[in-house]
């Protein structure tokens, strides 16, 4: 749901309280009235709250259009870069990655983790045509000192395509500032978000034991 949506909702729920409010008092001009319009934008200032970090992602509601779908958590799946090393003359082997998503009715941010390096998205959003559904994002990535010899920070773009809803796989591209690509793939999702790459591992290695 969009923002320009979620404002006529808003303005819905301020006219149609400040209506019923001046209904019951018979229509009668009186600076009374002012107490309505109070009512009206605390409700809907509520309704808008609820909607946008809790309501969104409930089972039944993520059946209806319009609703972004959830992809909140972390995920685990791998990375393939295509880039050819010219020393060996293959590409690198592929690796695990780990994409954290937090996301509320309007907003959604994308981390991701590998044993390398950190990329953080500097501008994300869901699309959803009802046909399909990708999330796309501009990202900056920050490679661990240990690592910056030979992967420096570089700025790149990354394309998803959402399968299910609820859903269960995120598979796409990424192309980088270095004029390298490659693909990713994540099927497995835990609803907490990590914070490092050493915690998703673990988060992901507890669950298999439990």
Do not use: C
Request: avoid cysteine.
């Amino acid at each position: 749901m969009n923002r320009r949506v979620l404002v006529q909702v808003v303005a819905a729920i301020v006219v149609t309280v400040f209506a019923a409010g001046i209904w019951f008092t018979g229509g009668t001009l009186d600076l009374q009235w002012l107490r309505f319009f109070a009512a009206a934008v605390f409700i809907a200032g509520t309704a808008l709250t609820i909607w946008e970090h809790w309501a969104w992602h409930l089972p039944f509601v993520q059946k209806l259009p319009q609703v972004p779908r959830d992809l909140r958590g972390t995920w685990k799946g791998t990375l393939e870069s295509f880039w050819i090393d010219p020393t060996t003359g293959s590409s690198p082997p592929i690796k695990v990655a780990y994409l954290v998503i937090r996301q509320s009715a309007t907003t959604v941010s994308v981390v991701m983790l590998t044993n390398e390096s950190r990329s953080k998205s500097s501008l994300a959003m869901i699309s959803d045509d009802r046909v399909s559904a990708s999330l796309n994002y501009m990202y900056l990535n920050r490679p661990d000192s240990r690592f910056e010899y030979r992967s420096r920070m570089h700025y790149g773009s990354t394309s998803l395509d959402i399968t299910g809803r609820p859903a269960v796989r995120l598979q796409g591209r990424y192309w980088t500032s270095r004029d390298s690509k490659g693909e990713l793939d994540f099927n497995q999702r835990i609803i907490q978000f990590a914070d490092d790459f050493l915690q998703a591992e673990a988060l992901f290695n507890r669950g298999q034991s439990n």
